[in-house]
Structures are given as C-alpha cells and as structure tokens.
C-alpha cells in the first residue's frame, strides 16, 4: 500500500512540474550598430523590468531596433530600454 502512495507522489510531481515554465527570453534585435559605437550589455532587461540608474548628466545618442536614435541622459538610462541595441557618445545631432 506504501509503495502506491510513493508512484501517486511521484506522479502527481512530474504532473505538477510539467505545468511550470521557463521565462521566455526578451526578443533579440538584429541591428548593426555604426563604428564607434558601444553595444548595450547581455543581459538585457525585459519589458517593464525595473532597472536603476544613477542621475548623472552624461548624454548619449540611442540607437534603437529600429535604427531610429533618440538622446538620453546617459548609457545606463538608454541600455534599461529594451528596445535600444546601443548609443554613441554625445547627443544626438
């Protein structure tokens, strides 16, 4: 009798970890960036992830999947964006 209660455990595990998941991976843009500038880093966050950033005044130009740019206060603010592939040094001109 002990020994079905162990298979119907096991079974009811394997039933209940099948239903589980994995995290499905931010979508990847493939954009070439221009020479000079600077990839945004691996991980990147996923939509309406909270990332901290310092307020610091440092402007970049973002280069964003869709090859558009737009300047932000600095790297870290423009890489929190998903959907920024990298940026340049400096505003946008």
């Known amino acids: 009798m002990s020994h079905r209660y162990f298979y119907l455990a096991g079974l009811a595990a394997v039933v209940f970890l099948s239903g589980c998941a994995m995290p499905s991976s931010p979508p990847s ?3 070439t960036l221009p020479y000079g500038a600077t990839a945004c ?3 990147r966050p996923t939509e309406g992830e909270m990332v ?8 970049v130009c973002a280069i964003h999947s869709d ?3 737009s300047t932000q206060s600095n790297d ?3 890489c ?5 592939a990298g940026y ?3 505003a946008c001109p």
């Open 29 to 31: 843009y493939e954009i």
């Open 41 to 43: 880093p691996e991980p």
């Open 52 to 59: 901290m950033c310092t307020m610091n005044y440092l402007p």
């Open 67 to 69: 090859a558009s740019r």
């Open 76 to 78: 870290c603010s423009a």
């Open 80 to 84: 929190a964006d998903p959907k920024i």
């Open 88 to 90: 340049t040094d400096g």
